[in-house]
């Protein structure tokens, strides 16, 4: 399990990156520590790793730009962006170019602990799928399986967890998903997490998807409770 995850940790701040290090490893992680975006790529394009924790402000290349190079090569490693500041503009941008969580610096160890086991928390989906590797929607249609999809926008390779999200929703169609629901079965989170993750993804599925963001017909807001999702227009 943990003992077979390798990590890659993209830190160029030597007294953290050596906490951090220490810590995992005591977890069981396999862990690489690399200081530069640049490492992180060189590192990348010849050693598969089930997750990366990039350090937004980097020396050279920055985390954002090595999780956009990430994405448009068609890697899809799990990606936790450690910010400095935490602001929501940091966050969000980190989350817009392909990264699956964020943690604001200084920040608690176990927290990160946790968001690394629940970002590490695969799901087979060709094992567990139930029969629908590839769903059809308006206009969509995306192979669960690939984790492609084809929009009117065109060709969009996903992320692991946007498809472990879409595949949740999908089984699930027309059922509300509260936020409990959705953080603990997408991320690993307890139910009462505060976190702004859950509703930048739900931005993305629908920046997406739906033909006017702003009016949604499949990923619909139950205000206050969840998100319903819908096939055909709810």
Request: aromatic fraction near 8%; glycine fraction near 8%; hydrophobic fraction near 40%.
């Given at each position: 399990?943990?003992d077979?995850?390798?990590?890659?940790?993209?830190?160029?701040e030597?007294?953290?990156a050596?906490?951090?290090?220490?810590?995992?490893?005591?977890?069981?992680?396999?862990v690489?520590?690399?200081?530069?975006?640049?490492?992180?790529?060189?590192h990348?394009?010849?050693e598969?790793?089930?997750?990366?924790?990039?350090?937004?402000?980097?020396?050279?290349?920055?985390g954002?730009?090595?999780?956009?190079?990430?994405?448009?090569?068609?890697n899809?490693?799990?990606?936790?962006?450690?910010?400095?500041?935490?602001e929501?503009d940091?966050?969000?941008?980190g989350?817009?170019?392909?990264?699956?969580?964020?943690?604001?610096?200084?920040?608690?160890?176990?927290?990160?602990?946790l968001?690394?086991?629940?970002?590490?928390?695969?799901?087979?989906?060709?094992?567990?799928?139930?029969?629908?590797?590839?769903v059809?929607?308006?206009?969509?249609?995306?192979?669960l399986?690939?984790?492609?999809?084809?929009?009117?926008?065109?060709?969009?390779?996903?992320?692991?967890?946007?498809?472990?999200?879409?595949?949740?929703?999908?089984?699930?169609?027309?059922?509300?998903?509260?936020r409990?629901?959705?953080?603990?079965?997408?991320?690993?989170m307890?139910?009462?997490?505060?976190?702004?993750?859950?509703d930048?993804?739900?931005?993305?599925?629908?920046?997406?998807?739906?033909?006017?963001?702003?009016?949604?017909?499949?990923?619909k807001t139950?205000?206050?409770?969840?998100?319903?999702?819908?096939?055909?227009?709810?």
């Amino acid at each position: 399990m943990a003992d077979a995850i390798p990590i890659l940790l993209v830190e160029d701040e030597p007294h953290i990156a050596q906490g951090l290090v220490y810590n995992l490893r005591e977890e069981g992680y396999q862990v690489t520590h690399v200081e530069s975006g640049e490492a992180a790529l060189e590192h990348l394009q010849t050693e598969p790793c089930g997750l990366v924790v990039l350090d937004l402000m980097l020396p050279g290349i920055d985390g954002l730009e090595v999780c956009r190079r990430l994405r448009k090569a068609g890697n899809q490693v799990a990606v936790l962006m450690l910010t400095a500041r935490g602001e929501e503009d940091d966050r969000v941008a980190g989350l817009s170019e392909g990264a699956d969580d964020y943690l604001a610096k200084p920040f608690n160890l176990k927290e990160f602990l946790l968001r690394v086991a629940g970002l590490l928390r695969r799901v087979d989906w060709q094992s567990n799928g139930n029969g629908h590797n590839e769903v059809h929607f308006g206009p969509n249609r995306i192979d669960l399986d690939s984790h492609l999809a084809m929009t009117s926008d065109g060709e969009l390779q996903l992320t692991e967890l946007e498809v472990k999200m879409l595949r949740l929703f999908i089984d699930n169609e027309g059922r509300l998903l509260t936020r409990g629901e959705l953080l603990q079965s997408v991320w690993g989170m307890q139910p009462d997490t505060e976190t702004r993750t859950l509703d930048n993804f739900i931005v993305r599925l629908r920046k997406y998807f739906e033909p006017d963001p702003s009016s949604p017909r499949y990923f619909k807001t139950v205000r206050g409770r969840g998100y319903r999702f819908f096939r055909d227009e709810g």
